[in-house]
């Protein structure tokens, strides 16, 4: 799936990734430190010869957190495909899950206590096996739903019934 047209900003921004963590981005940036300090007594460490190391950092930290982040979403995404791929392919697999990193931090929360619950019954099975799915939970808790929806009427009856006697 190669993409010929690729952008320039693209082009620069993939190379700048794997240069910035490269070796030899790490060993340029300690001879630019080792530099600087060396220049020190050079310019008998004057304001402005610190305001170049103080100003130099600056701009390369703010421009590497927006090249980091742009790094980090196509990473994700790559990692988001690739999973939605693995649970399609998987019969057993709930494809609810699909594409949940919209969901908000709340609902992923809750998510994430129902896997821990599962996983704690995947525990107590003898047969590795067993699918506690999300399909599975929710026909459980339908069933739930509509048992504990007609005590509640039986309940509710029985009540009716009192008064009329």
């Not at 090249?67 to 392919?89: C, G, H, P, R, T």
């Amino acid at each position: 799936m190669a993409n010929t047209s690729t952008s320039v900003f693209e082009k620069f921004s993939n190379w700048a990734t794997k240069f910035t963590g490269s070796s030899y981005a790490f060993i340029g940036a300690t001879i630019i430190v080792i530099a600087w300090a060396v220049s020190g007594p050079i310019f008998n460490y004057s304001e402005t010869w610190q305001l170049v190391i103080n100003t130099g950092t600056t701009i390369i930290t703010f421009l590497m957190v927006f090249l980091i982040q742009k790094s980090q979403n196509k990473d994700s995404k790559a990692i988001q495909i690739k999973l939605n791929e693995l649970i399609a392919a998987n019969e057993k697999a709930s494809n609810r899950i699909v594409d949940i990193e919209e969901l908000t931090e709340k609902e992923l929360d809750q998510l994430h206590c129902y896997y821990e619950k599962l996983a704690s019954f995947a525990k107590e099975d003898a047969d590795i096996h067993t699918s506690h799915s999300i399909d599975a939970a929710h026909r459980n808790q339908d069933y739930k739903h509509e048992f504990f929806k007609k005590k509640h009427e039986e309940w509710l009856q029985k009540k009716q019934q009192k008064r009329v006697d």
